[in-house]
T-cell receptor
Framework: GENVEQHPSTLSVQEGDSAVIKCTYS??????FPWYKQELGKRPQLIID?????GEKKDQRIAVTLNKTAKHFSLHITETQPEDSAVYFC???????????????FGSGTQLTVLP | GAGVSQSPSNKVTEKGKDVELRCDPI?????LYWYRQRLGQGLEFLIY????????KSGLPSDRFSAERTGESVSTLTIQRTQQEDSAVYLC???FGQGRETQYFGPGTRLLVL
């Protein structure tokens, strides 16, 4: 199955600086990589995702890069704001134990704190 | 359209009692997942339903945990003889499945076992 590792576990940045969170995966067949943001007491929300046919995707201040050869992908947040403070989870699909279908395996999460 | 909904939003129970948590997935989503999230921790996979296939129960922590799903709709997660270590937020998610893996989460049920 898939093994997803996420670093760092905590990250503090000054408002306006950039934040980068990195994940590695083990299954070379994985082809879809989402990122979720979870604010305190709220549900995880999808913020951006990338498929393996592209190397980078941007959405305003958020970008994700993918290196298939090295099997890692990263979340980049530029011009950080206090409302970006949350836990961020990466994920990658993995074959389930009972067949050929895939489900997501999540990283352990990164607590991002943006200091005003 | 409507998102994933869960009920109850909060549940307080006494140790040893049984609890039942409910999840209503997004209409048309064939895949449904249950996760457990302890305070300050990540998402712990519990069980996965895909259409009418046999569920993947590989994440259930003990035989006190079970889940059912009626067709491609509502799912219930049952915890029997609850223990204090069962206290957590139980999150449900759904997706279109069949290679369309994006999961959409419900608001969760916060379970506290006294």
């Amino acid at each position: 199955g898939e093994n997803v590792e996420q670093h760092p576990s905590t990250l503090s940045v000054q408002e306006g600086d950039s934040a980068v969170i990195k994940c590695t995966y083990s299954d070379s067949a994985s082809n879809y990589f989402p990122w979720y943001k979870q604010e305190l007491g709220k549900r995880p929300q999808l913020i951006i995702d990338i498929r393996s046919n592209v190397g980078e995707k941007k959405d305003q201040r958020i970008a994700v890069t993918l290196n298939k050869t090295a099997k890692h992908f990263s979340l980049h947040i530029t011009e950080t704001q206090p409302e970006d403070s949350a836990v961020y989870f990466c994920a990658a699909p993995s074959l389930i134990s009972s067949g050929s279908a895939r489900q997501l395996t999540f990283g352990s999460g990164t607590q991002l704190t943006v200091l005003p | 359209g409507a998102g994933v909904s869960q009920s109850p939003s909060n549940k307080v129970t006494e140790k040893g009692k049984d609890v039942e948590l409910r999840c209503d997935p997004i209409s048309g989503h064939t895949a449904l997942y249950w996760y457990r999230q302890r305070l300050g921790q990540g998402l712990e996979f519990l069980i996965y339903f895909q259409g009418n296939s046999a569920p993947d129960k590989s994440g259930l922590p003990s035989d006190r945990f079970s889940a059912e799903r009626t067709g491609e709709s509502v799912s219930t997660l049952t915890i029997q003889r609850t223990q204090q270590e069962d206290s957590a937020v139980y999150l449900c998610a759904s997706s279109f499945g069949q290679g369309r893996e994006t999961q959409y989460f419900g608001p969760g049920t916060r379970l506290l076992v006294l």
